[in-house]
């Protein structure tokens, strides 16, 4: 306590929320307009009302007694070299912890997000940070390391500002962003001078026309050429920052804007002018999701069945394993649970397929153009379908026994059972597409490329995925009893099914691949399966549905635990060191990298190892064909055309991607198939355009609802064999379910 004081008075000032310049502040706390006054005088000298006036925040203010009282050398021992102290940031936006935050000068952004700030609530994904308000800029995952200080703020392009913190996740549009802070800064410029005034003001008009859709070529380059100008010319701290909100999202979300121009497209579901409903826009696929829904709502189960193969040729695999980006983006998120949108679509392919035979179309006029399509994937199977529906003769060529790629061989059948799969290839057969199994493709098998070519094939389609899988490098690995992911699964698929009976399986690895491991170590007899994953369990890649019943069925998740070395005796494996891990500096991607903790190591006694730490292309079968292949294992294709450097040979899926999901290969086996159609001259319209009516069909439910809980396999029921575990919708469920949906895409 001491005798200080001072008498605080509030007005309502006449002028706008920001004043860029000092003077029109003072004038401002006078009741005038916020304009600027020329100086000298200076305010030290006259400044409001005339008198001697001293001018900084809040927190300048509120360091000067800290700082008098404890030395000037205690405030610079805080912070770095040149950014001394703490800083106070507002933490904002999406974030669980949010409200006024101190922390030392050269913090790492990361660390007061994510350890400080508690991450991004609900499971999404970090996208960037807004610093420094309105006139700041954005920063993005791949700088979640950048100390918070002056000088490292500059240099990516944003400024410290007064502490504003505003975290961003993946469901926002940066293009829609710039604009909203662009707006805000348009109406507080104070006019002084043009470049600031009116130039906000037109690169708010070509940002309005982009988020409307209506952005055309050579508008990105306007508006850097606009925003460097304003920096160079406005007379004030505001007008100099004004066009940084533009020009960082530019500079690190790029893609973005192109994505609004080019292909009318908002990734994060924000620019509504641009598509009938979020689900529908984050469908890779590109199904109109609320019609089909509506469709069961009225009990129309086979016409929803229709309505969705017209974008989707295997809606009773995706029904099972798509990931459903879709209800990601459900705005009925908001008042309870998005809406079970894979349950549905499984739903009407399962009664489609129930209620009699569902024959494809043949088309009437056959063209007389081969196309070979390589591997029977979803990306393959996919382009075959597009491209027979078209009048092309098509055939497959499948290495394996069966036709379906990975799904066959990989995806489990307690998740897929190999008769639904069997029945959708059927009806890709139906149009006449030859598949043709055990006939691999490639310089080391009995059929090239260029035999291929010779043989009259007009255009080839390359949907050979991602098979060859990463190895530990480790002595050991060679070991009886260490196993890789997908010849694991392969055997179990395919044969011959191993047993386990008794025995303790370590699993290494956290995606979809691991997880189906370890669910069918249990079920051909473990006594015992461990998962070990070196981060944290919200990072593991795969699907959380299947983490969770995982964990159900008895598997237990070692997180932060990373292998270390095999231990082998007589030529079998015995054990598996491991070693303890924490979150260290942040990946390019955001997420934490994992450290080892020296002297932690563990040892675990195995009979088997499973190795699943991802894939990579099998470039092989590639060798002096010139198709070009990128590190670290994807095809070269041309943006756009999916044309490889090779003329007629196209690729698509995760041959091009690496390691994705089945929804996102449907989705480029599609668009190939759409760009093989128009380089053979054809038009590249491989979906008849139909009139969609978007009216509603009954009441909305806008009270609380939670989803319809589809019923599963009882636990005691699952681990004696591969029944499947997800027993699907009955026609009420399904019904009360489509019930939920807000018709969002319902305008008027």
Same mark, same amino acid.
């Given at each position: ?245 533009? /020009?960082?999202?530019?500079? =690190?979300?790029?893609?973005?804007? !192109? +994505? ?7 990734? @994060? *579901? %924000? ?115 597009? /491209?027979?529906?078209?009048? =092309?003769?098509?055939?497959?060529? !499948? +290495? ?7 799904? @066959? *061989? %990989? ?126 369990? !919200? ?210």
């Amino acid at each position: 306590r001491t005798d200080f004081s001072f008498d605080l008075e509030i007005r309502l000032g006449a002028g706008a929320f920001v004043c860029g310049e000092e003077t029109a502040l003072l004038a401002s706390i006078e009741g005038k307009r916020g304009e600027p006054k020329p100086k000298p005088p200076f305010p030290a000298q006259s400044g409001l009302w005339g008198k001697p006036t001293v001018i900084n925040n809040v927190e300048t203010f509120a360091n000067v007694p800290a700082i008098i009282r404890n030395g000037w050398k205690w405030f610079s021992s805080i912070g770095t070299e040149k950014s001394k102290g703490t800083k106070v940031f507002a933490l904002a936006g999406k974030i669980v912890n949010n409200g006024l935050i101190e922390v030392p000068m050269g913090t790492n952004l990361g660390e007061v997000i994510f350890d400080v700030g508690g991450g991004v609530p609900g499971g999404k994904k970090f996208k960037a940070a807004q610093t420094g308000g309105p006139s700041g800029g954005c920063i993005p995952a791949q700088h979640l390391n950048v100390p918070i200080d002056y000088e490292s703020l500059s240099e990516l392009g944003t400024i410290m500002g007064s502490g504003g913190l505003v975290i961003m996740d993946e469901d926002t549009c940066m293009v829609d962003l710039a604009k909203f802070f662009l707006d805000f800064i348009k109406d507080e410029s104070c006019g002084k001078c043009t470049a600031c005034r009116s130039g906000t003001a037109r690169m708010l008009e070509i940002l309005d026309r982009i988020t409307k859709g209506e952005g055309r070529e050579g508008d990105i380059e306007l508006l850097e050429e606009l925003g460097q100008s304003i920096k160079d010319s406005a007379l004030c701290g505001l007008g100099q920052s004004a066009p940084n909100p533009v /020009l960082s999202t530019i500079r =690190y979300f790029r893609e973005e804007y !192109e +994505e609004h121009i080019k292909d009318k497209y908002c990734r @994060a *579901s %924000v620019c509504a002018t641009m598509f009938h409903s979020s689900c529908h826009n984050s469908c890779p696929a590109g199904i109109d999701i609320p019609i089909y829904v509506d469709l069961i709502r009225q009990h129309k189960y086979v016409e929803a069945y229709r309505f969705i193969k017209r974008d989707n040729p295997l809606p009773l695999i995706c029904g099972r394993v798509c990931h459903h980006p879709c209800e990601g983006k459900c705005n009925r998120a908001k008042i309870d649970d998005p809406i079970a949108i894979r349950n549905l679509k499984r739903f009407v392919a399962d009664y489609a397929f129930e209620h009699g035979p569902l024959e494809e179309t043949v088309p009437v006029i056959k063209k007389n153009i081969k196309v070979a399509v390589v591997g029977s994937g979803p990306a393959g199977l996919t382009c075959a379908y597009y /491209l027979a529906k078209k009048g =092309y003769q098509v055939t497959i060529f !499948e +290495e394996q026994s069966i036709a379906g790629g990975m799904l @066959a *061989s %990989v995806i489990p059948e307690y998740r897929l059972p190999k008769a639904k799969l069997q029945a959708e290839i059927d009806t890709i057969k139906a149009l006449g597409v030859e598949i043709r199994t055990n006939c691999g493709v490639g310089v080391d098998k009995d059929i090239t490329l260029e035999r291929l070519k010779k043989d009259g094939y007009k255009a080839i389609f390359l949907a050979v995925g991602a098979q060859l899988e990463y190895k530990l490098n480790l002595p050991g690995e060679d070991l009886e009893g260490v196993v890789s992911g997908l010849s694991f699964l392969t055997s179990i698929n395919l044969g011959p099914v191993p047993n386990l009976t008794g025995k303790k399986v370590v699993v290494i690895g956290g995606g979809n691949v691991a997880i189906d491991a370890a669910r069918c170590a249990l079920r051909v007899g473990a006594q015992e399966v461990h998962i070990v994953y070196r981060r944290a369990k !919200e990072d593991m890649p795969a699907m959380r549905e299947e983490v969770q019943e995982a964990e159900n069925e008895g598997i237990i998740i070692h997180t932060h635990l990373n292998y270390k070395n095999i231990i082998g005796e007589n030529g079998k494996v015995k054990a598996l060191e491991c070693i303890r891990m924490r979150g260290g500096n942040f990946d390019m991607s955001g997420r934490r990298k994992a450290i080892p903790i020296e002297g932690s190591e563990i040892t675990m006694p195995v009979d088997m190892v499973i190795v699943a730490i991802g894939q990579t292309l099998k470039r092989g079968f590639l060798k002096g064909t010139g198709v070009q292949v990128v590190e670290p294992g994807r095809i070269e294709v041309e943006p756009g055309t999916y044309l490889t450097s090779v003329e007629g040979i196209f690729s698509a899926g995760d041959a091009i991607t690496g390691p994705k999901t089945v929804v996102e290969a449907i989705k480029g086996g599609k668009e190939a198939a759409a760009n093989i159609d128009r380089y053979l001259g054809g038009d590249g319209d491989i979906i008849p355009k139909i009139h969609v009516e978007r009216k509603l069909s009954g009441e909305i439910m806008e009270k609380e609802q939670p989803r319809y809980q589809m019923s599963v396999l009882p636990l005691e029921n699952r681990l004696d064999g591969f029944t499947e575990v997800e027993l699907g919708y009955t026609e009420e469920e399904a019904v009360k379910e489509a019930c939920r949906c807000l018709r969002c895409d319902v305008k008027k």
